[in-house]
Nanobody, 122 residues
Framework: QVQLVESGGGLVQPGGSLRLSCAASGGILAINSMGWYRQAPGKQRELVAV???????NGADSVKGRFIISRDIPKNTVSLQMNSLKPEDTAVYYC????????????????WGQGTQVTVSS
C-alpha cells in the first residue's frame, strides 16, 4: 500500500531554517509530481511548492526566494528547505504526490502524508 511519510517539522525562531522530507513507499510504478501544502489554523490548505518528474518547480509567491523544493527520483523522496522563516509560515505541512500504484496502469492517484507541524515563534 502506498504511503507518504514526512519528517523534519518542529519549532524554530523567526529567521531560522528547517528542512522537511517526505518519502513515498509501497507498490509504486511511477510518480509524477510531488509537493508540499500547508494549512494554518482557521485557513484553507494551500500549495507551498511542487516539483514535476522533469524537475520543473512552482510555488506560492509568499515563499519564493526563501523555500527550495528538491526531489530524489530514485529514492522517491521530496524535500523542502525552508529559510528565513516567518511566524506566518506556521502551519501543518503536508506532503502530496501523484502516483501510479501497482495494478493501476494508466491511472494517477493523489496521496497525502499525515502532516508535520512547523511552528515559527520566538
Amino acid at each position: 500500500q502506498v504511503q507518504l511519510v514526512e519528517s523534519g517539522g518542529g519549532l524554530v525562531q523567526p529567521g531560522g531554517s528547517l528542512r522537511l522530507s517526505c518519502a513515498a513507499s509501497g507498490g509504486i510504478l511511477a510518480i509524477n509530481s510531488m509537493g508540499w501544502y500547508r494549512q494554518a489554523p482557521g485557513k484553507q490548505r494551500e500549495l507551498v511548492a511542487v516539483i514535476t518528474s522533469s524537475g520543473s518547480t512552482n510555488g506560492a509567491d509568499s515563499v519564493k526566494g526563501r523555500f527550495i523544493i528538491s526531489r530524489d527520483i530514485p529514492k522517491n523522496t521530496v524535500s523542502l528547505q525552508m529559510n528565513s522563516l516567518k511566524p506566518e509560515d506556521t502551519a501543518v505541512y503536508y506532503c502530496n504526490a501523484e502516483i501510479r500504484p501497482v495494478g493501476y496502469a494508466g491511472i494517477w492517484l493523489r496521496y497525502w502524508g499525515q502532516g508535520t507541524q512547523v511552528t515559527v515563534s520566538s
